[in-house]
């Protein structure tokens, strides 16, 4: 599968746009009109910095208001045409997007469109250049593909032909029903876009929130398994007009792309060969990533710290104990309750003000080999850890919100090979404990990289995106959406605290994670950790009145809940009982038992948490 990028995806200059795509690894680009009139460069100096990087200049773009206009209003169109002719030859690129007219639409007639059409092919032909006439959602009269096809079909010339773009196809509520009949002459172009469901004017959907295959709700596997079956022969190219991209360091967003693109290829070539087609049939050949590896379990959870006597007391209190210190490496230790595993780095360089954060999160997966390769084609950045020879291979990558992420091997026992280099022995890492597992890991995303950590655990990690809510906090809406694998064995809520909030003295960068470990008698976990002198986040009395109000519980219950500085929270399936830690750095921890088949994560009191987070935090900010 050829691809190709639009440079309005990306930020930057022509030139930064064009590196950028190229180091990701797309075939082509699309060039812009905007990008190439404000660039110093010639047609021909971009024409030679394509050839250099190897980048084929696909199509040039957008061509608009040029055809469906009144007769006396066409020569005016020809002529621009011709100027635009002219720069592409010099420019290099065979293919010219003519857009339905939005804006000076003066016929309506499909025989008298095609002549103004035919008559526009007649000159391209003229360049060697090809006309791509594609249906804009918003387009005056011509606003649906069908249509617009129609009328190329009436044109009935070589160079003219249509370009089809998922969004504006799927906004409108239409289908591709119909796209795998086509002639595949006549298909000149395809854009790829996706976009979460909004109830909002076409345009302004189309023009801000546009976003790459997988980040949004449209069916892009539908619509490239059709132009699979079609036998399109083009380029599957990404047309993404998206505020947060405009501003985003172009590398990121470029490889974002292309990730996402390898990812609906491997997902169409999965619906293909279930459909019993090959999906390596010429010429739209889609090909496979390694199989995905869902994790099978938690490995570990790391933490990185400045203040290792405060975080190891933190696990003592919860009642972790230390499974001993890694035998070559100084400053990483290793704390185990049951079968959560805890490694802390010491790391005398992180940030006084945010002493410790949640640096890693360990996967066991059946392939940590297939899981690194896949990573790897997803273009993945790899950690690099210093190894010794006799150590476990963890393979790691970066996420988007620079936490690590490693895939180690799955063992029977759930033990992993590498907790031996901390000296443990394997026997008593499976004792009997009141923690009976990571329950949920809970990550803070920047906004502007929300889109890509989403598609970044989907297609690394298998996990699927639950419905997003929003969870009200005294510095903002906080936005919180779950990841979680098919199994549930991983669950990994993502929220998006308040950009730079102005009041308060937290801010959305130090906006807290956290670790959520699961047990099955919290009031023993809650006694335990109190002995043990553990700071709980506080709970306000008006919260237990209101639980009284809200579930109609029993004073007992009620008094325990009290007691031990607990929240409830209860759905159809059952009930949910947590504490909170107070944070350290950057990160806490929560203490949750479910009882029941209860499925949520307590978000009703989540607004709890956050005001009493912020009360701390502006405590010891001295402002209250
Ligand atoms: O929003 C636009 O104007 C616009 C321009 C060119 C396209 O290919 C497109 O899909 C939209
Ligand atoms: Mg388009």
Do not use: K
């Given at each position: 599968m050829r691809t190709s990028i639009a440079t309005v995806c990306l930020s930057g200059t022509l030139e930064e746009k064009m590196q950028a795509a190229a180091l990701a690894g797309f075939d082509g680009i699309e060039v812009f009109e905007q990008d190439l009139v404000v660039s110093p460069s010639s047609p021909e100096d971009l024409r030679g910095l394509a050839a250099e990087l190897g980048l084929s200049l696909d199509m040039y773009q957008?061509?608009?208001?040029?055809?469906?206009?009144?007769p006396e209003d066409f020569p005016d169109s020809l002529r621009r045409l011709r100027a635009k002719f002219e720069l592409m030859k010099r420019l290099g690129t065979p293919v010219l997007l003519m857009c339905s007219n939005v804006a000076t639409a003066a016929l309506n007639d499909d025989q008298a469109i095609a002549d103004q059409l035919r008559q526009a092919g007649d000159m391209a032909a003229e360049y060697g250049i090809k006309l791509a006439y594609e249906a804009l959602a918003w387009g005056k009269n011509v606003n649906d593909w069908r249509r617009a096809h129609h009328i190329v079909e009436l044109a009935d010339h070589p160079a003219v032909g249509t370009c089809l773009d998922s969004f504006h196809i799927l906004s409108r509520g239409d289908t591709v029903d119909g796209v795998e009949s086509l002639d595949p002459e006549k298909l000149f172009f395809v854009q790829l876009a996706d976009a979460p469901l909004l109830k909002q004017d076409i345009l302004s959907w189309s023009r801000h929130h546009r976003v790459f295959p997988g980040e949004g709700d449209f069916d892009l596997v539908d619509v490239l398994t059709r132009l699979h079956e079609c036998g399109y022969a083009g380029p599957v190219s990404l047309e993404i007009f998206n505020d947060a991209f405009r501003q985003a360091d172009v590398h990121r967003t470029a490889v974002d792309g292309l990730r996402s693109l390898r990812w609906l290829e491997d997902q169409t070539a999965d619906a293909v060969r279930a459909a019993?087609?090959?999906?390596?049939?010429?010429?739209?050949v889609l090909v496979d990533l390694p199989d995905p590896q869902p994790p099978r379990a938690w490995d570990f959870v790391e933490l990185r710290t400045s203040k290792l006597g405060q975080t190891t007391r933190l696990l003592h209190q919860l009642g972790?104990?230390?499974?001993?210190?890694h035998r070559s490496k100084d400053t990483v230790q290793a704390w185990t309750q049951g079968p959560v595993r805890m490694v802390i780095a010491e790391d005398l360089e992180a940030s006084l003000e945010q002493p410790t954060r949640l640096a890693a999160l360990g996967f066991q997966v059946d392939s940590p080999d297939d899981a690194a390769h896949r990573a790897s084609r997803l273009l993945a950045p790899v950690v690099s850890r210093t190894q010794q020879p006799d150590e476990t291979v963890l393979h790691g990558v970066v996420a988007p919100d620079a936490t690590e992420i490693f895939f180690g091997p799955h063992t029977d026992s759930g033990?992993?090979?590498?907790?031996?280099?901390?000296?443990?022995d394997p026997a008593e890492a499976t004792s009997e404990s009141l923690i009976t597992g990571v329950d949920h890991v809970n990550l803070a995303q920047p906004w502007q990289h929300y889109d890509e950590a989403v598609l970044f655990l989907t297609s690394l990690l298998d996990l699927h995106a639950q419905p997003a809510q929003e969870v009200a906090g005294p510095s903002g809406l906080v936005r919180s959406q779950v990841m979680r694998s098919a199994d549930e064995t991983v669950r990994i809520p993502l929220n998006v605290a308040p950009t730079a909030a102005e009041q308060g003295a937290y801010t959305g960068a130090a906006y807290p994670e956290h670790v959520a470990l699961a047990c099955t008698d919290i009031v023993a976990v809650a006694r335990r950790a109190r002995r043990r002198g553990l700071t709980f986040l506080p709970v306000p009395e008006n919260y237990y009145e209101d639980l009284v109000a809200r579930f109609d519980l029993a004073p007992d219950v009620v008094a325990e809940l009290r007691e031990h500085g607990l929240l409830y929270d209860r759905d159809e399936h059952g009930e949910f009982l947590h504490f909170y830690t107070a944070t350290l750095g950057e990160v806490f921890v929560e203490v949750v038992e479910r009882r029941g088949g209860y499925r949520g994560f307590g978000a009703p009191n989540a607004p709890v948490r956050l005001a009493a987070q912020y009360r701390t935090w502006e405590e010891a900010a001295g402002t209250i």
């Open positions: 957008p061509f608009r208001d040029g055809v469906e206009v009144a019993g087609e090959d999906p390596a049939r010429e010429p739209l972790f104990e230390l499974a001993g210190h033990v992993p090979p590498w907790l031996e280099e901390f000296g443990a």
